[in-house]
């Protein structure tokens, strides 16, 4: 077999990556080399350094879509409902049965069939799915007809996010649904989830509040409390993903004591394809993503295996495969949740992938339904 690779990425993301290619002065030159020039740059830094530093440079090129789409909800923000109206005025942090399930898209959600044991369960807690997971789990039987405390949550702000809430069966129980919305989500995105009747609410999505009073955050929070909000929105980390947003939100906001996360591996299983691996699913889901753009590597390149890294999971004892956006989302949440209150119990019910380490308890989703109806 060829040690070349071809793989697709998203036409967006690759805009980004050619531009940022150029930039570097890679311009004529091929991926390998550039990728190479990716990890020796920097060499006293890590690769996890190295990759946070990068993400962050592609995510803030999107920076003058996020305020377009700010700009353009402030009406409806003014008008709607602030996230903080969803938390109850006394939580119980001590009762061990106020707990949320947050459910993101992973690949062990269809390998250990957990939609379907949740449909099938008598769980009392509150359901916070991931937007890529609603058509989904809606589907598989988890309707807010079964489930009341039922959520919804969207922090991304680009345009295909519109599509997760395209369906029939959105429209059906979406009047049942609870939605959290981060004030730059594209506001084609809102209109859709609004003429699913889901009741929307509003929060910040914390990215730049450490530059301080000329950060975007800051002037935002100002201009949401100019009129209507007069103590302002809720604001969250994200970790760059949905998944580390809702569980935020599961315990910040709704106040849950415990937490269990289902479909966020935040790493590929090992017998993945190449192809999704390198893609970030894209390939795998181009009625999303759109049209894809094919790329050679060299997959035994020493910077290629940096940059897509496989790791054991002792607590499952199974292998994952890390890209350069799960390393960054990996290392992020769990480093939130070594730092989440002492009265929150974080449980990663996913079966595999890569969540484990400090104040992270792990089960099987069978174990933690069996142990939250007792």
């Known amino acids: 077999m060829s040690d070349d690779l071809e793989f697709s990425i998203n036409e967006n993301t690759f805009s980004k990556l ?9 311009a004529e030159k ?31 090129e999107s920076f003058d879509e ?52 949740i449909a099938k369960s008598n769980y009392q807690g509150s359901i916070v799915c991931c937007d890529g997971a609603l058509i989904n789990v809606l589907s598989a039987g ?31 129980y979406g009047s049942n649904i609870t939605g959290i919305f981060s004030t730059i989500t594209k506001p084609s995105t809102v209109e859709r989830a609004r003429k699913a009747d889901i009741k929307i609410h509003w929060l910040h999505t914390l990215f730049d509040y450490g530059e301080g009073k000329k950060s975007f955050n800051h002037i935002s929070a100002l201009l949401v409390r100019a009129k209507n909000h007069s103590n302002g929105l809720p604001a969250i980390q994200t970790g760059g993903n ?29 017998d993945d394809s190449w ?17 894809n753009i094919s790329i050679d590597v060299n997959r035994n390149n020493p910077a290629f295996q940096k940059l897509f890294k496989k790791i054991y999971n002792p607590e499952f004892k199974c292998y994952c495969i890390l890209d350069p956006l799960f390393q960054f989302y990996s290392t992020a949440l769990k480093e939130f949740i070594a730092r989440s209150p002492s009265w929150l119990t974080t449980i990663n019910a996913t079966e595999g992938g890569s ?3 400090e104040r992270i308890k792990c089960m099987t989703l069978k174990q933690f339904l069996t142990k939250s109806h007792n």
């Open 18 to 26: 050619l531009s940022l290619k150029k930039e570097t002065g890679f």
């Open 30 to 60: 091929g991926w390998d080399e550039w990728f190479n020039h990716f990890f020796s740059q920097n060499s006293g830094q890590s690769t996890q350094d190295q990759i946070e530093k990068t993400m962050q440079k592609l995510h803030y």
């Open 66 to 117: 996020w305020i377009q789409n700010f700009a353009l909800n402030l009406n409806d923000i003014w008008k709607e409902s602030s996230a903080r109206e969803l938390s109850p005025t006394n939580p119980k942090y001590s009762d061990e049965k106020h707990s949320a399930i947050v459910i993101g898209r992973g690949p062990s959600i269809k390998r250990h069939n957990h939609l379907e044991l």
């Open 142 to 172: 988890i309707t807010p007809d079964k489930f009341p405390n039922f959520y919804v949550v969207t922090v991304d702000p680009y345009l295909h996010a519109q599509k997760f809430y395209d369906d029939k069966i959105v429209d059906k």
């Open 242 to 270: 949905v998944g580390t947003s809702s569980w935020f939100i599961s315990w910040q906001i709704l106040k849950n004591s415990t937490v269990s996360i289902i479909g966020i591996n935040h790493g590929w299983e090992e």
């Open 275 to 291: 192809e999704t691996i390198i893609s970030h699913g894209r390939k795998a889901d181009q009625r999303v993503y759109g049209k």
């Open 355 to 357: 969540i484990f380490g």
